[in-house]
């Protein structure tokens, strides 16, 4: 994917639905809280009612009204870790939110999640780094080091067997 791609698909706004989502709805007033003024401007952090808000927020992908580039949190009341980043959908048409099929990306927030420490995460992985990540064909979640070599381990035989 080259820059002008990626930055165009880069997310501005994250948003959840309300009912059932209290981790994600802390998150979202949270950001609210220490984003400033200046920078509402480039990023949105928004608390819906309705799916439908959600889908209306979304977009409905035709030309004259584009899916906006989003991310989508939810919470899971079974999940221990802080959060989880996912592409908005595992295929084209299976999304993993029911109640927001067009999100480009999904967040789902454990029940207890930090707002702050989800926040700077979740920034860094979706605003500062986006591009870099993707032009490099990664999520926006994949660490960009070079994995280390794999070597395998060397054989020896004997009269009873092969030995690792």
């Known amino acids: 994917m080259n820059r002008e791609a990626a930055e165009a698909l ?3 706004l994250f948003l959840t639905l309300r009912h059932g989502n209290p981790a994600s709805v802390a998150f979202i007033n949270y950001a609210n ?3 400033g003024h200046d920078d509402r401007e ?3 952090f928004q608390v819906c009612e309705t799916p439908e808000d959600i889908r209306q927020e979304l977009g409905s992908g035709g030309d004259d009204d584009p899916h906006t580039p989003a991310v989508v949190l939810f919470d ?3 999940f221990s870790r802080q959060f989880r980043p996912l592409p908005g959908s595992l295929t084209d048409k299976t999304p993993i939110i029911s109640w927001a099929p067009y999100a480009h990306w999904a967040v789902m927030l454990g029940p207890k999640s930090v707002p702050s420490l989800c926040f700077e995460q979740l920034v860094t992985m979706f ?3 986006f591009v870099a990540r993707r032009t490099k064909g990664l999520y926006p979640w994949q660490q960009c080091r070079p994995r280390p070599p794999v070597g395998l381990p060397s054989l020896r035989t004997s009269t009873t067997g ?3």
């Open 76 to 78: 899971n009341q079974n």
């Open 10 to 12: 880069r997310p501005r």
């Open 42 to 44: 480039a990023l949105r």
């Open 33 to 35: 809280s220490v984003v």
């Open 162 to 164: 092969i030995y690792l």
């Open 127 to 129: 605003v500062k780094n």
